[in-house]
Structure formats: structure tokens, C-alpha cells
């Protein structure tokens, strides 16, 4: 079945420069990638959506690439500051059958 | 327009009890999912409903079950409570079935099982 590996529990990036997030898949390429930040105590954001057939998306300081060959999405968020410290989860379909699996995330903090 | 509201927001529960959670959709939204959060596993998917049918469900055991009703809003029910049951449950609601679309999600009821 479909696994979801995010490269790292947590991750430290100086104020200014950019984070950049990996979500790994193992088996098929999913329709559908998205990805959604979630702060303590709330539930999840929707941040951006990716299609199989698109290689790169962009909202504002986001931006996210989707890579069929590797089978990885990165998630880049430029000019960092430190609101953008958040758990940033990645989820796509099980099995093309819209079964939903989220990665366990990345906790990003951004140091002043 | 009025968000995911989820109730209650905290529940203690004892093992063997059982347990209703309650998501109202975002208005004209037909698709609401659920989902289990533990810091260990994550998050899971419980099940999707859409139009008052389950359209999709994940690997939990016949203890969680679901429904929606015609206004679209949803419940989840637990039987039998097990201490590992205790977890962030979250809806999330959609305008269509599935992952082509953004999803909003509620703040969660936080089930504690003593």
C-alpha cells in the first residue's frame, strides 16, 4: 500500500531563507498532493493543492513542486519569518481510490 | 461564511464507554471525512461520507462508525472504549468527494480515555 515518509520530524531555518519540505511516496503517482499547515491545538489548514500532471505550483511565498520520477514533492517557503514555524503535513490519495493519507509532518521552526 | 464547527471540543470518556462526535460542514459542503491524530501514528483517515453514504473508509476496527444526514452534518460514534482511542479526532469538510479539492477542517474534539 501506498507509505508517505516527510524527510524530518523537525527542521531549523534562520529567518530570511528558505525552508524547504520534501514529501516522499512509495508506490504509484496520486492523482491529487496537497499540502496543509496545522498550528498546536488546531486543526489543519489547506496551504496549496498539486495535480498529477502539473510540476510546479506557486501562492505567494509557497511554492510547490511535484515530481512524478522521483516520486516527490518539495515545499519551499521563501523569505521565512518566524509566524511560518508550524507542523506542515503533506497528504495524497491511498490508492487512487481517494482513500486520504497524510504524512506525520515536519515541525519547522524559524529562528529569528 | 461560518467554518467546521466540531462538539464538544474536550471529552473524558472511560474504557468501555461509548462516544458520539458531532461535525457540522461548511454550508454546501457534501463531503465530510474524518480523522484520527495521535502524536505516534499521525493523522488517519477514519471514513468519508458523502450524501449521506460512506464512500470510503480506513483501517479501523467495526467499534468507529459514521453517518451523515440529509443537512450534511455528521457523526462519529466510538463503542467500547480502549485507552488507545484517546486521540484528536478532526473533520474535515469538502465541496466534492476526494482529494481534488481543498478540504476545511475543524478544530477537533479531543477524546481522552481513562
Known amino acids: 500500500s501506498q507509505k508517505i515518509e516527510q524527510n524530518s520530524e523537525a527542521l531549523n531555518i534562520q529567518e530570511g531563507k528558505t525552508a524547504t519540505l520534501t514529501c516522499n511516496y512509495t508506490n504509484y503517482s496520486p492523482a491529487y498532493l496537497q499540502w496543509y499547515r496545522q498550528d498546536p491545538g488546531r486543526g489543519p489548514v489547506f496551504l496549496l493543492l498539486?495535480?498529477?500532471?502539473?510540476k510546479e505550483k506557486r501562492k505567494e511565498r509557497l511554492k510547490v513542486t511535484f515530481d512524478t520520477t522521483l516520486k516527490q514533492s518539495l515545499f519551499h517557503i521563501t523569505a521565512s519569518q518566524p509566524a511560518d514555524s508550524a507542523t506542515y503535513l503533506c497528504?495524497?490519495?491511498?490508492?487512487?481510490?481517494?482513500?486520504?493519507?497524510f504524512g506525520k509532518g515536519t515541525r519547522l521552526h524559524i529562528l529569528p | 461564511k461560518a467554518g467546521v464547527t466540531q462538539t464538544p471540543r474536550y471529552l473524558i470518556k472511560t474504557r468501555g464507554q461509548q462516544v458520539t462526535l458531532s461535525c457540522s460542514p461548511i454550508s454546501g459542503h457534501r463531503s465530510v471525512s474524518w480523522y484520527q491524530q495521535t502524536p505516534g501514528q499521525g493523522l488517519q483517515f477514519l471514513f468519508e461520507?458523502?450524501?449521506?453514504?460512506?464512500?470510503n473508509k480506513g483501517n479501523f476496527p467495526g467499534r468507529f462508525s459514521g453517518r451523515q444526514f440529509s443537512n450534511s452534518r455528521s457523526e462519529m460514534n466510538v463503542s467500547t472504549l480502549e485507552l488507545g482511542d484517546s486521540a484528536l479526532y478532526l473533520c474535515?469538510?469538502?465541496?466534492?468527494?476526494?482529494?481534488?479539492?481543498?478540504?476545511?477542517f475543524g478544530q477537533g474534539t479531543r477524546l481522552t480515555v481513562v
Open positions: 498539486i495535480r498529477e500532471n502539473e
Open positions: 497528504a495524497l490519495d491511498s490508492n487512487r481510490d481517494d482513500k486520504i493519507i
Open positions: 461520507y458523502f450524501s449521506e453514504t460512506q464512500r
Open positions: 474535515a469538510s469538502s465541496s466534492v468527494q476526494g482529494l481534488n479539492t481543498e478540504a476545511f
